[in-house]
Every structure is written in structure tokens, then in C-alpha cells.
């Protein structure tokens, strides 16, 4: 092998792993940013399943938005039901929402997060911000302010909005729909339920 040739693999497999070494930081910045869209969904999850048991029996009688209920079957770990039988999603979530309120962890391995005890729920943080506005808000600004407020809480959009519909489906907002856009008020009863409180 001639000292040119030589010269000319060494420069290739030095451009080789100089690619492979970018493509696995940009690997490693997506897998990042998943994780923390994962974690802000998994204490969105927490919140609601806390919330449901709250309100109780009358919660089960409530549909859940399509997403959320999807996503809280998924993000529960549950022990393996018998092939004949399935368990219901309030008995999955039971164990989950009780080591959330003990400031517990929830699920196995690598995924345990520690819940802050005093943290208020997400849906309260948003229905808080409602009672301050007559008219209804798009899920964007309640976003923006809720950050502004808490800086410690960086839900996603998707986040906001799920747990939006969520309350939605509790009958403590309601949804407006005006041309495109999608914006949240506070139910009457809610709006004098939250000045009492203040």
C-alpha cells in the first residue's frame, strides 16, 4: 500500500467518525428533548389520575378526551391481567395516583419520578388563571402566563391543551370554538366556587 493511499483511507475513516460522532449528538439531543416531553406528560398523567380519584365515583361516569385516556393507559404500570379478564382503567391508575399523593414513586427502573407533595395539580394552576378572565382564552396565552407565574412548570403545548379537555370533560371549563381557534372559559358555578376561595 502506497503512503498516498494510506494518506487517502486515514482521511476517510477521520471524516467517517467525525459524521458518526455529529449524527450521535444529534441523536443524543432528540432523545433529550423526548425524555423531557415524556417526564412533563407523566406528571401531567399523575395529575389527572390524582384529580380523578378526587372527585370519585362520579369521575368514572365521565369520559376522558380520546388522547388522554390513551395516553394514562399506556403511562401506568399494571400488573399483567389473566387472558380472560381485564382490569378496569380506575383499578390500573389506583396504585399510581396513591404513591403520587405519599410523594412516592410511581412505576419501575430507569422511569421513577419523585412527585413533589405540595405541588398543585396542573388543572387547578389553569382553572386559577380562568377565574381571572371574563372572556374565554386560547390554550396558548393560559401557557404563556402560567410560565410567567410558575417558572418551575414548563408543560408543553400538547400538555396545556390535554389537560384543558380534560377539565372539559369534568365540567369545569367549557370549550369555545371561534372560526379556527379554540379557546377556554370557566363554568358559572367554577367562576363563583374560585372567587369564594379568594
Same mark, same amino acid.
Given at each position: 500500500?502506497?503512503?498516498?493511499?494510506?494518506?487517502?483511507?486515514?482521511?476517510?475513516?477521520?471524516?467517517?467518525?467525525?459524521?458518526?460522532?455529529?449524527?450521535?449528538?444529534?441523536?443524543?439531543?432528540?432523545?433529550?428533548?423526548?425524555?423531557?416531553?415524556?417526564?412533563? /406528560?407523566? !406528571?401531567?398523567?399523575?395529575?389527572?389520575?390524582?384529580? +380523578? $380519584?378526587?372527585?370519585? %365515583?362520579? &369521575?368514572?361516569? =365521565? *369520559?376522558?378526551?380520546?388522547?388522554?385516556?390513551?395516553?394514562? /393507559?399506556? !403511562?401506568?404500570?399494571?400488573?399483567?391481567?389473566?387472558? +380472560? $379478564?381485564?382490569?378496569? %382503567?380506575? &383499578?390500573?391508575? =389506583? *396504585?399510581?395516583?396513591?404513591?403520587?399523593?405519599?410523594?412516592?414513586?410511581?412505576?419501575?427502573?430507569?422511569?421513577?419520578?419523585?412527585? +413533589?407533595?405540595?405541588?398543585?395539580?396542573?388543572?387547578?394552576?389553569?382553572?386559577?388563571?380562568?377565574?381571572?378572565?371574563?372572556?374565554?382564552?386560547?390554550?396558548?396565552?393560559?401557557?404563556?402566563?402560567?410560565? +410567567?407565574?410558575?417558572?418551575?412548570?414548563?408543560?408543553?403545548?400538547?400538555?396545556?391543551?390535554?389537560?384543558?379537555?380534560?377539565?372539559?370533560?369534568?365540567?369545569?371549563?367549557?370549550?369555545?370554538?371561534?372560526?379556527?381557534?379554540?379557546?377556554?372559559?370557566?363554568?358559572?358555578?367554577?367562576?363563583?366556587?374560585?372567587?369564594?376561595?379568594?
Amino acid at each position: 500500500m502506497t503512503s498516498q493511499s494510506a494518506s487517502t483511507l486515514r482521511s476517510r475513516y477521520v471524516e467517517q467518525a467525525a459524521s458518526d460522532l455529529e449524527e450521535n449528538r444529534r441523536v443524543q439531543h432528540e432523545l433529550a428533548e423526548r425524555i423531557k416531553v415524556l417526564r412533563q /406528560e407523566e !406528571a401531567l398523567l399523575l395529575d389527572i389520575l390524582t384529580l +380523578a $380519584e378526587r372527585l370519585g %365515583p362520579s &369521575a368514572e361516569s =365521565a *369520559p376522558l378526551p380520546e388522547q388522554a385516556h390513551g395516553e394514562a /393507559e399506556f !403511562a401506568v404500570p399494571a400488573e399483567s391481567p389473566a387472558p +380472560a $379478564e381485564k382490569p378496569a %382503567p380506575a &383499578a390500573k391508575a =389506583a *396504585p399510581a395516583a396513591k404513591a403520587a399523593r405519599a410523594g412516592g414513586t410511581s412505576g419501575g427502573g430507569a422511569g421513577r419520578v419523585r412527585r +413533589a407533595a405540595n405541588r398543585p395539580l396542573l388543572g387547578d394552576l389553569l382553572t386559577q388563571l380562568l377565574g381571572t378572565y371574563q372572556e374565554p382564552r386560547p390554550a396558548k396565552e393560559l401557557r404563556e402566563e402560567l410560565m +410567567a407565574k410558575h417558572p418551575e412548570r414548563t408543560p408543553t403545548p400538547q400538555v396545556v391543551r390535554n389537560t384543558l379537555e380534560a377539565l372539559v370533560a369534568k365540567g369545569r371549563i367549557r370549550r369555545h370554538k371561534q372560526q379556527r381557534s379554540v379557546m377556554y372559559s370557566l363554568v358559572p358555578s367554577a367562576r363563583s366556587a374560585a372567587a369564594a376561595k379568594s
